[in-house]
């Protein structure tokens, strides 16, 4: 996991782009994710070698991780999605999480990786555990792209994080605010005045 500074402000040249409008500053260059990625595909790599794990991505935020993750990887995968409630336009957890897509497969003893864009309250990933492990999968093992550093965010299970950041809200590299900002290839903060 890399620890990210909060006042790390890293190709300024890039927000002049029409896609950064509204963006304040750049938290995680693209280079920087490749590289965590790379780390991340060669541990599952490693620990999933004599097995196909079955990818299941949370929609729609973890679909850029998810891909760039999976391709990264050398060993064969199979993927799902799951879609679950968000947060709208608001930028903060209701608490109320529902089903808007369920998976396709089923997953009764077959090892499981939770590909997750970013773990804030712990809400979101602890009703979804709840639910896949109703399924009995073999194991689960989740990997989540983005945690924040929240002392106050519930202690659910995230077995590998890539980038632990401070408590504000990002977007890009399949984050989004109001849907937007999600084709940014770089994690970003975004200016307060777009959303207050
Ligand atoms: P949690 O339930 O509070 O952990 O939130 C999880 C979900 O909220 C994530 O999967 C995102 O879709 C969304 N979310 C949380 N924080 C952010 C953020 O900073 N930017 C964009 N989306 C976020």
Redesign the pocket.
Known sequence: MTVIDETAIREDRLLTEPRARGIARILISEQELDGEIAAIAAELDAEYRDDQPLMIG?LT?AVVFMSNLMTAMTIPVQIDFMAIS??GAATR?SGVVRILKDLNEEIEGRRVIVV??????????QYLLEMLKARQPKDIRVVALLKKDKPDAIDVQVDRVGFQIPDE???GYG???AGQYRNLPYVAVLDPSVYR
Do not use: N, P
Not at 116 to 125: A, F, K, M, Q, R
């Open positions: 949370v935020g968000s947060y957890s997750e864009d970013i773990v804030d309250s712990g809400l979101t990933l809200f990002v977007i984050l989004d605010y």
